[in-house]
């Protein structure tokens, strides 16, 4: 049953007519636990509220389904609106951008030229621009356009996938240009033939390839909210007594606030992934897709 809703809000995930719907009339069907307001003002209340509480941000402007190149300059305007908001309101905050919501589906050169005036702005700011990870079919051309990004800017980093089979080879390959890593789990629906199907090799997989880029003096963002893993890795920072500057927690807003907390008391860094905008509903489908006992929450607040 668990397999057929994942699979289900991964299909929703990626449909249009759905989005437009979920615009139109969603937003009170339990969306804001995950998504911080439909409003760049909305969301900046919710990072003084976490920076207040010891915990910094990285803001993702919401945008799916973007087809033209008008759309994708649009919500790269977006983007650097975001970047002003975050300097004038003078708050702890990194960007999270997607590659095709830049337009990275219609021609790589416009891609890059829209993710260019973001990381350039960015810089001007000293704001850090991570370039979030999408499905198996845009990741080489994602690492492509970061390691191209690379070369003028320190001030981006990108995502990999621990349930990839090829991201070791990824690593290792991004390794020589001192990357600024956020490692994960995987959030998209992949085949056998490029995904590890069990959990627990992507899990092995994840703690494997944090461990080797810490050790390779690199900085790594570890965001994941298993609580197992996250113990694992504790432990070994300390064995192989690793500073705290070298790396920090990252978890997704409204998922294990509890857990989120208690890392800041312990002295971690601790970063939190807050979304907003009105294209929320694809990132809400894969957070219900990723547990779907979530659907409770949907149930309540359609009664509510
Ligand atoms: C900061 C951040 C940025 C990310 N960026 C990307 C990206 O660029 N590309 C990408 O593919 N993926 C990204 N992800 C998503 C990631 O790939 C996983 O899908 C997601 O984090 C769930 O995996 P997990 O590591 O938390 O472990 P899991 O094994 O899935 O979960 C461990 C535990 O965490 C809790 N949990 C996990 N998910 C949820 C949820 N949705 N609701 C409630 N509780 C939950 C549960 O207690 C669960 O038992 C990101 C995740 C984080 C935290």
Redesign the pocket.
Request: aromatic share 12%.
């Given at each position: 049953m668990e397999a057929v809703l994942r699979n289900f809000f991964q299909f929703l995930a990626k449909n249009k007519r759905m989005n437009q719907w979920a615009k139109k009339y969603g937003w009170h069907v339990g969306a804001r636990r995950?998504v911080a307001g439909e409003s760049i003002e909305q969301a900046i209340v919710k990072i003084k509220q976490l920076n207040e509480d010891g915990r910094s941000v990285?803001l993702d402007h919401l945008g799916e389904f973007v087809t033209s190149e008008e759309e994708a300059r649009q919500f790269t305007y977006m983007c650097v609106k975001t970047l002003d908001a975050i300097h004038a309101a003078n708050v702890s905050s990194h960007l999270?951008v997607k590659l095709t919501s830049l337009g990275l589906d219609i021609s790589p050169d416009l891609c890059l030229n829209n993710v260019e005036n973001i990381v350039c702005k960015a810089q001007e700011y000293q704001i850090f621009v991570r370039i979030?990870?999408?499905d198996y079919s845009h990741c080489q051309m994602t690492i492509d356009l970061f390691k191209h990004l690379r070369k003028t800017y320190d001030n981006v980093g990108i995502?990999l996938?621990a349930?990839l089979y090829r991201t070791d080879k990824d690593w290792e390959q991004l390794a020589t240009i001192a990357p600024n890593i956020?490692f994960?789990?995987?959030?998209?629906k992949e085949s056998d033939e490029v995904a590890f199907p069990n959990?627990a090799d992507v899990?092995e997989n994840?703690i494997y390839l944090v461990k080797q880029h810490l050790l390779h003096g690199q900085y790594a963002?570890i965001?994941?909210?298993?609580?197992q893993?996250i113990s694992k890795l504790k432990e070994f920072l300390v064995e192989r007594e690793i500073k705290r500057e070298q790396f920090e927690f990252?978890?997704?807003y409204?998922?294990?606030d509890d857990l989120q907390k208690r890392l800041v008391d312990e002295g971690y860094r601790v970063?939190?992934?807050v979304p907003y905008g009105t294209d929320w509903f694809g990132y809400y489908m894969?957070?219900?897709s990723?547990?779907p006992?979530?659907v409770w929450f949907v149930v309540k607040n359609v009664f509510k």
């Open positions: 995950f990285t999270s979030d990870m999408e995502v996938q349930y956020r994960v789990k995987g959030a998209y959990k899990d994840y963002a965001a994941t909210h298993d609580e893993i990252q978890m997704l409204g998922i294990r970063r939190v992934y894969r957070r219900l990723e547990r006992a979530n």
